[in-house]
């Protein structure tokens, strides 16, 4: 299994370009999250997903929209990019058990705006 | 949301014990303490997690106090391997009844020789 897997690795934007990072598992995990870690930071929740057709704002939403058309896709979409999104941005999936699951993280993918 | 307060860094001697603190004092009856581990700019690793109970496996202790206001995970023998950012997190429950993984600025180990 390829776990979650990160599509783009690396991306350099233009000021107001677009561009949308895919993120993909093959868990059929029903829950999946956006991350964005600056330089020195923990991790902060963009968005987050508790099943195909929902997504729900985590705590830094602004600039950033998502979907989630099928199940295994969770889509992270920057309309018009600045450079104060520049950051590293991280997927997770778990599973939907209200007890006790982990999450597994995707390896990243390292976006500069200029 | 409740939130994690956790040391900016720490040290510790290779073979050693390595004790990482973790306050939490607005948990929730229902919130589950997780840690993961981040090493250089990878994705992070989980490690393990807990309720109420002391939990254990192959990588590590979690000891969590009775109030449940804060635990400790325990690395029982530090390698240099162990060098890593750890975040101790609360999984919060949303009012929709999901939950979401908020993640603290964690505590970075440094393993010395």
């Known amino acids: 299994n390829a776990g979650v897997t990160q599509t783009p690795k690396f991306r350099v934007l233009k000021t107001g370009q677009s561009m949308t990072l895919l993120c993909a598992q093959d868990?059929?995990?029903?829950?999946m999250y956006w991350y964005r870690q600056d330089p020195g930071m923990g991790l902060r929740l963009i968005h987050y997903s508790v099943g195909e057709g929902t997504t729900a704002k985590g705590e830094v939403p602004d600039g950033y929209n998502v979907s989630r058309l099928k199940k295994q896709n969770f889509l992270l979409g920057l309309e018009s990019a600045a450079p104060s999104q520049t950051s590293v941005y991280f997927c997770?999936?778990?599973?939907?058990?209200?007890?006790?699951?982990?999450?597994?993280f995707g390896q990243g993918t390292r976006l500069t705006v200029v | 949301d409740a939130k994690t307060t956790q040391p900016t860094s720490m040290d510790c001697a290779e073979g050693r014990a390595a004790n990482l603190p973790c306050n939490h004092s607005?948990?929730?009856?229902?919130?589950?303490v997780y840690w993961y581990r981040q090493i250089h700019s990878q994705g992070p690793q989980y490690i393990i997690h807990?309720?109420?109970n002391n939990e254990t496996n192959e990588m590590a202790s979690l000891i969590i106090t009775e109030d449940r206001k804060s635990s400790t995970l325990i690395l029982p023998h530090a390698t240099l391997r162990d060098t890593a950012v750890y975040y101790c997190i609360v999984r919060a429950h949303t009012t929709s009844g999901t939950y979401k993984y908020i993640f603290g600025t964690g505590t970075r180990l440094k393993v010395l020789a």
């Open positions: 997770a999936s778990t599973r939907s058990d209200i007890r006790s699951t982990e999450a597994f």
């Open positions: 868990m059929n995990h029903e829950y």
């Open positions: 807990g309720l109420k």
């Open positions: 607005t948990i929730s009856g229902n919130e589950y």
